[in-house]
């Protein structure tokens, strides 16, 4: 499955299956990282901004194991887990668990991201013990 990008997130997703690194929006007035991608800061209120690599390093700020699947295409892996991870540059970016025990997952798990590339315009966010 690949998300439906526009605007700024299709950017973030191309960004990501081009470079093989996450990137997020950071301020050019205060510095601020910020995600989702958004036009203006909401630290300051500047609308001038670059996309900067992150460290793709992170803890587990939240998460929650699926049980019902909905869509065919994912019948054959059961239950998953989708967590939160806020990153080093303190935002937070969702996505799929990959080798981590659903029993396992705990809030301030340390995680690294990999991206797992769909199309040269999308690449999705795996999450992996660190």
Known sequence: MVPMAVGLNAEYYRLAAETAVLHVQR????G???HPPRV???TCGSDVWAWVP????GEIWSWTVTHRITDPAFLAEGAFAIVVV???EGVRVVGNTIGIPHEDLRIGLPVRIVLDRRSDTTALI????D
């Open 27 to 30: 301020c050019d007035g205060c």
């Open 32 to 34: 601020a990282h910020r």
């Open 126 to 129: 795996d999450v992996v013990p």
């Open 86 to 88: 806020e990153l080093a």
């Open 54 to 57: 992150t460290g793709m390093r």
């Open 40 to 42: 203006s800061c909401a």
